[in-house]
């Protein structure tokens, strides 16, 4: 069980163990502040984890974007992108506590997730080609939760195409995603 934070221990863990929001609220920050402690705590991971890395970040309005290369990007990357999405969760969590409202942390290794996001695009947006033409839906294999974000993005402001996520009956961590026509 964590501890609740008190006056003699404020920087306890909540009870119910979240440790995405901030313990207490703090001052508000910059962008550029908010980029530079995740950037020095994603520095320190790498580096507790042995890798020698050279890390360029990008500052959008909604997110922020570390690029990261190395001599041993598989290993950083991980079996179908596994430890790369590990690092990007924790990191995100480590944002969140520290920060109220910091925005959503992406982590790309030697541009793998770059490919990935390409990957998806292409066929979702072939999809969509197919619901437009014959105006029926059509459903996409089963996508984890950031191929789902990255393709609700993209068909946000599509005049013709909305996106649906339902449960995928074999796997629970992952949904189906459904391309319809807007009515």
Known sequence: KMSTPTSDNPTAEPVNGRIDEPTAPGPKLSAGEIQSTA???LGSLLKMLRFETEIETEITEQ???FRIKCEDA????GRG???LSSLQFLLNRLVFRKFAGAPRVYIDV?????QIDGDVLKRADAAAEQVRRWGESLELAPMNSYERRVIHQHFANDPEIVVESVP?????SLKRMILKLKR
């Not at 598989?74 to 990357?77: A, F, S, W």
């Not at 995928?168 to 629970?172: G, S």
């Open 168 to 172: 995928d009956a074999n796997n629970q």
């Open 63 to 65: 997110n922020l974007r």
């Open 39 to 41: 950037q020095e705590i």
């Open 74 to 77: 598989g290993r950083l990357i």
């Open 110 to 114: 030697e541009g793998f997730k770059e």
């Open 81 to 83: 992108g596994n430890n």
